[in-house]
């Protein structure tokens, strides 16, 4: 199958600083990526889904002037957590869908967030 | 809306035994179903999908699951469990086949196998 990364694969920032977390399709072109979220011991909650060269729709409850989504190539979508604070402090996976309907939806590794 | 239920939080199967991971789903058009497995720190790896077709996929790692279209229900199954396979299980159903089609996680069940 597909290969998406993700980079870092762990980050720990002080309170109020934003961090930059990158997905990357790395053998297919992703028209479309979705960003979740994780808490410990919990699903998968989709946060956004983003489409090349659009804005990103957000899911209801996630603000999207704090967890900002650039999908500014067809390989590259990025989330910028704005002003991090502890509550933040997550699991965050992408995944990344190419072209077409029924394409296969492919999933990061993942990137653990720890804010102080 | 779409949604899958997966009624256990934890399954506790001896090595070498039979496993069952259940879900049911709720999806207004035909569903597209899948199952992932997920280690501890890791992203979600891949194992089966139902689109159309035979009601028994097999997957990755001798798992397969049975789509019921009957009791709304797509149960993961192993004839013969391993320690390995000691890891948390999602699934999932697809709402739709269009390109703004999302993926809905069920919960997730903790699948612990005792040697």
């Known amino acids: 199958g597909a290969v998406v990364s993700q980079h870092p694969s762990r980050v720990i920032c002080k309170s109020g600083t934003s961090v930059k977390i990158e997905c990357r399709s790395l053998?297919?072109?992703?028209?479309?990526m979705f960003w979740y979220r994780q808490f410990p011991k919990q699903s998968l909650m989709l946060m956004a889904t983003?489409?090349?060269?659009?804005?990103?729709?957000?899911e209801q409850g996630v603000e999207k002037d704090k967890f900002l989504i650039n999908h500014a190539s067809l390989t590259l979508s990025t989330l910028t957590v704005t002003s991090a604070h502890p509550e933040d402090s997550s699991f965050y996976i992408c995944?990344?869908?190419?072209?077409?309907?029924?394409?296969?939806?492919?999933f990061g590794p993942g990137t653990r967030l720890t804010v102080l | 809306a779409q949604s899958v239920a997966q009624p256990e939080d934890q399954v506790n199967v001896a090595e070498g035994n039979p496993l069952t991971v259940k879900c049911t789903y709720s999806?207004?058009?035909?569903?597209?179903l899948f199952w992932y497995v997920q280690y501890p720190n890791r992203g979600l790896q891949f194992l089966l999908k139902?689109?159309?077709?035979?009601?028994l996929v097999k997957g990755s790692y001798g798992f397969e699951a049975e789509f019921n279209k009957s009791q709304t229900s797509f149960h993961l199954k192993k004839p013969s469990a391993l320690v390995s396979d000691s890891a948390l299980y999602f699934c999932?159903?697809?709402?739709?086949?269009?390109?703004?089609?999302?993926?809905?996680f069920g919960s997730g069940t903790r699948l612990s196998i005792r040697p």
């Open positions: 995944s990344a869908r190419g072209a077409g309907g029924i394409y296969e939806q492919f």
């Open positions: 053998d297919f072109q992703a028209t479309t």
């Open positions: 983003s489409n090349e060269g659009s804005k990103a729709t957000y």
């Open positions: 999806v207004s058009g035909n569903p597209y």
């Open positions: 139902y689109i159309t077709g035979d009601n």
């Open positions: 999932a159903v697809r709402d739709g086949y269009s390109s703004a089609s999302k993926i809905i």
